[in-house]
């Protein structure tokens, strides 16, 4: 499926003051381009307002799923 087709099942966390503390502290602790650390950040937001539901991150970068394990995060699919 295309991002288009599914976008409005994507939880959409806007860049802010919300944000911020827990990019910084991504930015902080793990080596990550910005884009990288703003994914994870966000992720990590989602997960705690979500606590209970079912949740799964996704990405390709090795680098930035390793960070995302590191957070305690569970990927949406098995590394290559």
Same mark, same amino acid.
Not at 54 to 62: G, K, L, N, P, V
């Given at each position: ?7 409005? $099942? ?12 827990? $990019? ?7 080596? $990550? ?6 994914? $994870? ?40």
């Amino acid at each position: 499926a295309n991002v288009e087709g599914v976008w409005e $099942l994507f939880h959409k966390v806007p860049v802010g003051p919300k944000l911020a503390p827990e $990019l910084r502290r991504v930015l902080r602790l793990h080596n $990550l381009r910005s884009a990288d650390a703003v994914h $994870l950040a966000s992720a990590l937001l989602l997960h705690r307002r979500m606590a209970g539901e079912a949740f799964r991150f996704a990405a390709h970068d090795r680098a930035l799923r390793a960070a995302a394990e590191a957070e305690g995060l569970a990927l949406a699919w098995d590394k290559p």
